[in-house]
């Protein structure tokens, strides 16, 4: 088993969250039951065993240093988790409840798996949602996060787990506007001279995965018109005219069934790319976060995010 903190250390935890709530010692002390000096003497030890100083103190009141900032955020997180625990404890763990916090990528979480999340919360009133939406690429342990959705292979380590909840094709669209102004690229070679909307990551254009003439998947890096860091800004300036996209299928099929954008090169199509779900790895998940989890795989079997 691991190490686990000595009473002293929770105590001090206590004392110093008070402490930095009531921004005075004499206050939280009142409101423990204890005496000034005793919060003094144990939020002093703590100092000393973190090595370094959480408060300011003055003789009119105490504000937090800036690592005090930082481990105060830390310290209401892992407090707010036990205060989870505890609600799943008391209610059996039959009804999900507590925060579950979710990255997932702007253009779909928007406009797929928002109603989804919100579907749940509706239905389950004590299940909370601190929802993100981010294209960049994230590590939940680093980031906070309870679990993330990403595409693209994602293995599993001994921080994190990845699990794949389906396969999804990746389709080369345009504005039926835009066609008509600047003609349909018939080859992948012709994409060079289009108006190609890329994916701005990390001061760079993400390349396209398409098929060779010899059917291998391979990068392709053309000279970007446009770069947009947002999904949903990529989708709306193709569906303006602005030039040409490569998305997920599933999340362009609804413009693409009301004819506001084409497929084209249907034959520069590669192997579908995954879609997986993602969360630090734990011997304990809290309920709502293993609820969470286990509707989206359930969900994903019924194809609903095909």
């Given at each position: 088993?691991?190490?686990?903190?000595?009473?002293?250390?929770?105590?001090?935890?206590?004392?110093?969250?008070?402490?930095?709530?009531?921004?005075?010692?004499?206050?939280?002390?009142?409101?423990?039951?204890?005496?000034?000096?005793?919060?003094?003497?144990?939020?002093?030890?703590?100092?000393?065993?973190?090595?370094?100083?959480?408060?300011?103190?003055?003789?009119?009141?105490?504000?937090?240093?800036?690592?005090?900032?930082?481990?105060?955020?830390?310290?209401?997180?892992?407090?707010?988790?036990?205060?989870?625990?505890?609600?799943?404890?008391?209610?059996?763990?039959?009804?999900?409840?507590?925060?579950?916090?979710?990255?997932?990528?702007?253009?779909?979480?928007?406009?797929?798996?928002?109603?989804?999340?919100?579907?749940?919360?509706?239905?389950?009133?004590?299940?909370?949602?601190?929802?993100?939406?981010?294209?960049?690429?994230?590590?939940?342990?680093?980031?906070?996060?309870?679990?993330?959705?990403?595409?693209?292979?994602?293995?599993?380590?001994?921080?994190?787990?990845?699990?794949?909840?389906?396969?999804?094709?990746?389709?080369?669209?345009?504005?039926?506007?835009?066609?008509?102004?600047?003609?349909?690229?018939?080859?992948?070679?012709?994409?060079?001279?289009?108006?190609?909307?890329?994916?701005?990551?990390?001061?760079?254009?993400?390349?396209?995965?398409?098929?060779?003439?010899?059917?291998?998947?391979?990068?392709?890096?053309?000279?970007?018109?446009?770069?947009?860091s947002d999904g949903d800004a990529m989708v709306d300036a193709c569906v303006a005219g602005a030039g040409i996209i490569q998305f997920p299928e599933p999340l362009l099929r609804p413009k693409i069934d009301r004819g506001q954008l084409i497929k084209i090169l249907p034959e520069l199509e590669p192997a579908p790319i995954?879609?997986?779900?993602?969360?630090?790895?734990?011997r304990y998940l809290l309920p709502g976060v293993r609820f969470v989890i286990d509707e989206l795989f359930s969900m994903a079997q019924s194809n609903a995010f095909d």
């Open positions: 088993m691991q190490d686990l903190p000595s009473p002293d250390s929770f105590r001090g935890i206590v004392h110093f969250v008070t402490a930095a709530d009531s921004q005075s010692f004499t206050e939280a002390a009142e409101r423990l039951g204890i005496t000034k000096s005793a919060i003094g003497k144990s939020i002093t030890q703590l100092e000393q065993r973190l090595g370094t100083q959480l408060f300011h103190r003055t003789t009119r009141k105490n504000s937090l240093t800036t690592e005090g900032e930082a481990y105060l955020a830390s310290c209401l997180t892992a407090l707010e988790t036990l205060r989870d625990a505890e609600r799943a404890l008391h209610s059996k763990a039959i009804e999900p409840a507590g925060t579950v916090r979710i990255d997932v990528p702007a253009f779909f979480g928007r406009s797929i798996l928002m109603p989804v999340l919100l579907q749940m919360a509706e239905h389950h009133p004590q299940l909370k949602l601190t929802i993100t939406f981010n294209d960049q690429i994230i590590d939940p342990v680093d980031a906070g996060f309870d679990l993330a959705i990403r595409y693209g292979i994602v293995k599993d380590s001994t921080d994190l787990v990845a699990k794949r909840l389906n396969h999804q094709r990746l389709a080369i669209c345009a504005a039926p506007e835009y066609l008509e102004k600047h003609g349909i690229p018939e080859t992948l070679e012709a994409l060079d001279s289009h108006r190609l909307i890329m994916a701005w990551r990390k001061g760079a254009p993400l390349s396209w995965l398409v098929k060779d003439i010899n059917g291998r998947d391979i990068r392709f890096k053309p000279t970007p018109f446009h770069q947009i995954e879609l997986n779900i993602i969360w630090p790895r734990s």
